[in-house]
C-alpha cells in the first residue's frame, strides 16, 4: 500500500470506522494470492483485518469482495463463529479497490501451520478437533437466511439439480484461456453423469459457506478444541448446507477406507461417518446421502482448482504445481467415491 493510499485510508476511516482509532495508518501484507490480498491495519489501537482483490483481478473480484462483506454483516449476532465485521468500501479510489474489514481473529490455523498443544499429538483433543469442525457448519446450517437479510443471496430452489452442468459450464469455458487447450482428468466426467443420475431431494435451504475445510478454519489456542471464526467466505452462497458437509466429509476416511491420507493425514481424527451423525444430531438434517454431496464437493472444488491451472497456463497466475495435481487427485476420487470405491 502506498503512502498516498495510507493517507486516503486513514480519512476514510476516520468517518466510517472510527472505531479503528486514530492517526497513521500502517499496513502489513497477511496473505496474498490468486483470490484475494489480506492486509493487517493498524492505527493507534488494535490490528484489524482488510480484504481486497488481489493486484491482479479476476472479472468477479468486486463482486466477490462485497458477497463477503454482506454475509459477514448478516452473521452478526448469530452464534456462527466468524470474524466481526467492521465496514466495506465500494469507492476504489480509496486504495485502488474495493475492501472491507473485519476484526483480527486469535486463533490458529487448522491447515498449513503446527497446531499448539494438546492438540499436535494423537488423543481426545486431537479427534475432537474434526467435531469442532463441523460444529462451525452445524451452527451456520440452522442460522434463518430470511431472519438475517440474506433473502435473494442465492438461488436455493433447484439448487443441486443445477450444480453439474453449471460447473461443466464453468470447466469448458476455460478452453478460451490463452496456452491452455484441456486436459483429461480421468473420474471426473464419470462423477459429473453420476451425480445427474442420482441427485437426491434437497434439504431445507440454509447458508452454505462453500469451501469449508481445516484449511479455512481458526481454532482456539486451548483445550476443548472449538472453532475461533470460519473463514474465506468468497464461495458463500443461499443453497442445501450438506454441501458443506460433503466438503468437510469427503476428506476424512470412512470406516472401511484402508487409507487415511487425503489433504491431510486423517488417521488421528474420527471417521467421517462419526462426523456426519455428529453434524445430523447437531442440525435434524438427514445425512442419508452422504456420498452424494461428497463426490459434488470433489466436482466443484476440482472445477474450481482447475482454472489457476488454466490461468498458469496463460500465464496469469504462477505456482500452480500444487493445483495441477490437486486437481487430478479429486477427479480420481470424486470417480472412485461415484463408483463405491472409496
Given amino acids: 500500500m502506498t503512502c498516498d493510499e495510507q493517507i486516503r485510508l486513514a480519512a476514510w476511516l476516520d468517518i466510517h470506522a472510527p472505531g479503528v482509532g486514530q492517526g497513521p495508518v500502517q499496513a502489513r501484507v497477511l496473505s496474498g494470492g490468486a483470490s484475494n490480498l489480506v492486509m493487517a491495519i493498524r492505527r493507534d489501537g488494535p490490528e484489524v483485518v482488510l480484504r481486497r482483490p488481489p493486484e491482479r483481478p479476476r472479472p468477479d473480484s468486486d463482486k466477490i469482495i462485497a458477497r463477503e462483506a454482506r454475509v459477514l454483516a448478516a452473521l452478526s449476532g448469530t ?15 480509496v486504495i485502488g479497490a474495493r475492501f472491507y474489514l473485519m476484526a483480527l481473529v486469535d486463533g490458529w490455523l487448522g491447515f498449513g501451520e503446527p497446531p499448539p498443544a494438546p492438540f499436535d499429538r494423537p488423543g481426545k483433543s486431537r479427534r475432537d478437533l474434526g467435531f469442532a469442525l463441523v460444529d462451525g457448519i452445524a451452527r451456520l446450517a440452522r442460522v434463518d437466511y430470511r431472519a438475517v437479510g440474506l433473502e435473494g443471496f442465492g438461488k436455493p430452489e433447484g439448487f443441486l439439480e443445477r450444480q453439474v452442468e453449471r460447473w461443466r459450464s464453468q470447466l469448458a469455458s476455460y478452453a478460451e484461456t490463452e496456452n491452455y ?8 466426467a464419470y462423477a459429473a453423469d453420476w451425480l445427474a443420475a442420482n441427485t437426491p431431494e434437497a434439504s431445507p435451504a440454509g447458508i452454505i459457506h ?12 486451548t483445550a476443548p ?4 471464526a470460519m473463514i474465506d467466505w468468497e464461495l458463500a452462497t443461499v443453497g442445501d448446507p450438506l454441501l458443506d458437509l460433503g466438503w468437510v466429509c469427503y476428506g476424512f476416511r470412512g470406516r472401511n477406507d484402508p487409507d487415511p491420507a487425503g ?20 442440525t435434524g438434517r438427514s445425512v442419508e ?9 470433489q466436482y466443484k472444488l476440482a472445477v474450481i482448482m482447475e482454472r489457476h491451472y488454466a490461468r498458469f497456463k496463460s500465464g496469469r ?15 480420481a476420487k470424486a470417480g472412485a467415491m461415484a463408483r463405491g470405491q472409496a
Fill in 317 to 331: 497466475q504462477a505456482n500452480s504445481a500444487d493445483s495441477e495435481a490437486f486437481v487430478l487427485r479429486l477427479a
Fill in 289 to 297: 446421502h452422504l456420498t452424494y454431496y461428497m463426490v459434488l464437493a
Fill in 210 to 221: 462453500g469451501d469449508y475445510s481445516f484449511a479455512n478454519c481458526l481454532f482456539e489456542r
Fill in 263 to 282: 489433504y491431510f493425514d486423517a488417521a488421528d481424527f474420527p471417521y467421517r461417518e462419526e462426523l456426519a451423525d455428529h453434524y445430523a444430531e447437531r
Fill in 79 to 93: 452464534d456462527v463463529p466468524h470474524p466481526r465485521f467492521i465496514a466495506a468500501c465500494d469507492d476504489p479510489s
Fill in 225 to 228: 478444541a472449538r472453532v475461533a
Fill in 181 to 188: 487447450a484441456g486436459r483429461e482428468l480421468p473420474g471426473l
